[in-house]
């Protein structure tokens, strides 16, 4: 099978069965078109580059799911994850801008009063603790070097030229140790059955 001429639809089909190359076949389809887009916007290759990886982390997200149902329309569909991420790094800018501008006034601010946004109900919140709470497990499972890696973006939120800086890899090295870190926790999920569906 020639994975090259197949639709997208039906890649992703075969990828949801199994097949890690039909989707880095979808993947290198429609990377450039993606992440010049971002690149537009944002005006850093390395910026660009962190929304651009973390777009294809939401991507397989909620694939693997079974959240997608664009009836094929994948490039419209991921180019709105990757816009909706261009949008939320510019939102966290304007929050950050505002936070440092409030708290300098007033020595009791706190800035967690700030990010929470009361956007979530209890339930909600509960939910997404314990699917944290079983991300953080997972990762204590994965080669030293993977766990590095996957600590230093989500944890420190480092940005990944960052942590090639730091580890004395390049950025390539880093993307491709948390790529290899979210398949292998992709495996544990899907063998434990531990993603709470929302």
Known sequence: MVLSKIGDSE????????NEQAFETLLM??????????LSKLK??????????????KVVNTIRLGNYNEEGKFL???MRIAHNLVIDHFRRQNKMRTISESSSF????????????????????TTQNELEEQMVQLI?????????????RIFND??????????????NTALGRMRYALINMRKMIDKHNLVIDF
Do not use: C
């Open 140 to 152: 204590d499972f994965l080669p030293e070097v993977q766990k590095e890696i996957i600590k230093l």
């Open 11 to 18: 890649l992703i089909v075969l990828y949801i069965d199994g």
């Open 29 to 38: 389809r429609h990377k450039d078109r993606i992440f010049r887009y971002i």
């Open 106 to 125: 007033d020595p009791s601010y706190s800035i967690f009063h700030k990010i929470d946004s009361g956007d979530k109900n209890y339930i909600e919140q």
């Open 44 to 57: 850093d290759s390395d910026l660009a580059n962190d929304v651009f990886q973390d777009t294809f982390v």
């Open 76 to 78: 419209p569909w991921a």
């Open 158 to 171: 480092m940005s990944f030229k960052e942590i090639a800086e730091r580890k004395e890899i390049s950025i």
